[in-house]
Structures are given as C-alpha cells and as structure tokens.
C-alpha cells in the first residue's frame, strides 16, 4: 500500500514541523506512546508537556519514559487539556510547535472515560493562541463509539469555523473502510 496510514500520516505531519530542542504537546496520554515519540522527536533540549485525567495513563506514560531515559524532556500535568493555558509556562506561549490529541478512550483502560467535545475544543482553542506560527496540532478522531460520533460532529463543526486567514485545516482518512476507521484533522496556524 503507498498511501499513508493514519497514525504514520499523524506523525509524519509532526516530523515536518517539529525538530530538536522545540516545544510540543501531548494532549492525551494515555499509554504514552506518542509521547514516546514527540520526546524522541524534540530530543533532550526540547521540552514536551502531556496531559491526562487518568491516574492510570499518567502511571503508564512515566514508566514508558524511565524505562527509556526519556522523562527529562517531559512534564506530565495529571488534569485535564482544557487547562493547557494555565499549565504552559507564560514565557513559553507562541513558541509551542506541534501538539498530538488522540481522542477517545484509554486502550487496555477504563472504556467509559472518553475525551469529550467542549473540553477537546476548549483545548485547541487555548492551543491556537499558544502555538508558533505554522506549528500544527493534530487530531486523531475515534467515531466507532457513542461519545466519539459526537465528538467528532463537534470538532468538525469548530473546525471547519475557523477563519482560513488564521489556520489551514486539513482532513485525512480513509472513506471506504468498515468499522469508523479513525481520521485525522489537522491544523496549521498562519497568524495570530
Ligand atoms: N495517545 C495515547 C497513546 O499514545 O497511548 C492514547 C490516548 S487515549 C486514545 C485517550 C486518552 O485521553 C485517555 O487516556 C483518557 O484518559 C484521556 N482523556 C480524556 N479526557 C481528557 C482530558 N480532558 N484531558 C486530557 N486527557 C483526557
């Protein structure tokens, strides 16, 4: 197959924006492994801040990152994304580059738990404010449960409001495949 799955085209978009020693955030940690990656992909002079409400994935991440020596470029907030902006210290807003959400549940977790559409939303909205010109935040949406279906009715909604004057926003997927096969939005700011 030449054509990009999803997960690879979600960290392929990262890798052409972020470097070493640049801001990134994890919206949601989970099992840790995108955070394992953008850590790898900012290298020790970056800094990536991640965020999750289960004490579960906070655990989960901090042992993936020990277990690797990655844990120094890496602060983990135990609440939710929608305190992104209270979170990030001042001096560092405007200067974040990339940001990785992969929305619904914890894989292996509690499947009740799910990320929800205001607070998602709230959260890329303080993102937008609080990220570099042309840095990117990616969104990788779960449909195939209940809460997903709504979420992603919603983020689509705010997304496709934004002014094409401040952000580029792009969809990818696969529109043929059985089961709500996950898609990606992703966003690029082009102004303040
Ligand atoms: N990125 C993860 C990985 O690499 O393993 C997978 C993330 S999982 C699909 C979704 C996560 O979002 C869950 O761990 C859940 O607890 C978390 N979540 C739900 N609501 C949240 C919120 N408001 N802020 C941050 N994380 C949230």
């Not at 991440?61 to 994304?81: A, C, S, Y």
């Not at 894989?107 to 303080?126: C, H, L, N």
């Not at 496709?160 to 898609?183: L, R, W």
């Amino acid at each position: 197959m030449k054509v990009m799955q999803i997960l690879p085209f979600a960290r392929n978009l990262l890798e052409r924006t972020c470097s070493n020693g640049d801001i990134v955030v994890d919206g949601t940690l989970g099992n840790g492994h995108d955070t394992e990656f953008l850590a790898h992909l900012v290298g020790p002079t970056g800094q990536v801040f991640g965020f999750d409400i289960q004490e579960q994935a906070i655990l989960n991440t901090r042992k993936r990152l020990e277990d690797l020596h990655l844990n120094q470029q890496v602060t983990l907030f135990h609440h939710g994304h929608e305190k992104i902006k209270e979170s990030i210290p001042s001096d560092l807003h405007g200067k974040i580059k990339g940001a990785i959400f992969n929305l619904g549940y914890l894989p292996g977790g509690d499947k009740s738990i799910v990320t929800k559409p205001e607070t998602t939303i709230a959260a890329i909205r303080q993102l937008l404010e609080l990220m570099a010109i042309e840095g990117i935040i990616v969104l990788v949406i779960y449909h195939g449960h209940q809460e997903g279906a709504v979420e992603r009715d919603a983020i689509i909604e705010f997304t496709q409001s934004i002014d094409q004057q401040k952000a580029h926003v792009i969809q990818y997927g696969f529109i043929n495949q059985n089961n709500h096969p996950p898609f990606i939005i992703a966003i690029e700011k082009r102004r303040d």
